[in-house]
């Protein structure tokens, strides 16, 4: 074998770095259904991001939030808890600057005394509401000035009345 550069960038070493990812993440599933989410956010607030990528932390920690509430609230005894792994994608497939949320999350989750239960429905309109919510609730940290980060809020909640948009349609067939 040649020389590698050992960048995940490079296209060689790249494979090899989701590859070994990839199986060590297998190691961590639980042998159950999964389902295969997307959470993206409108163009308007693309831009912050770019601007300040250290804030693109906010993006995984918002859309796991808007699982598990959704999750637990489905009983609130329970609180069911799924399992969630998610991966951040910054590019959309024409190369653009688009960052979104890939997530693989367990059908089902844990509760406070029930071992496992299987939940056949996701509510993606649901998941979209509470990701529009999560989002806009650290607006003002994103923009910097309260006056512009009220006025884009008003905006979005207006013209997107029915959250961002999540795709949780996909069911997995294989983990890897």
């Known amino acids: 074998m040649g020389f590698t550069c ?54 995984p920690q918002c859309a796991a939030k808007a ?10 005894s329970e609180e069911f808890t799924p399992g969630i792994v998610t991966v951040i994608h910054t590019f959309g497939r024409d190369l653009k600057w688009n960052p ?14 029930t071992e496992w239960r299987h939940i056949r429905h996701i509510s993606y309109l649901s998941l979209g509401k509470r990701w529009q919510k999560l989002l806009l609730d650290h607006l003002e940290e994103l923009v910097g000035k309260k006056s512009e980060a009220k006025k884009l809020k008003n905006k979005l909640y207006r013209d997107k009345d029915k959250g961002f948009y999540v795709h949780a349609k996909t069911q997995i067939k294989s983990a890897k």
């Open 6 to 59: 050992k960048s995940r960038f490079c296209t060689s070493c790249g494979k090899v770095y989701v590859d070994n990812w990839i199986d060590s993440m297998l190691l961590k599933l639980i042998n159950v259904r999964h389902r295969h989410i997307v959470f993206t956010m409108p163009e308007e607030l693309r831009i912050y991001f770019g601007k300040n990528r250290n804030k693109l932390k906010i993006l």
């Open 67 to 76: 699982v598990t509430t959704w999750m637990r609230d489905l009983n609130k």
């Open 100 to 113: 979104h949320v890939h997530m693989m999350v367990t059908e089902g989750g844990t509760g406070n005394n």
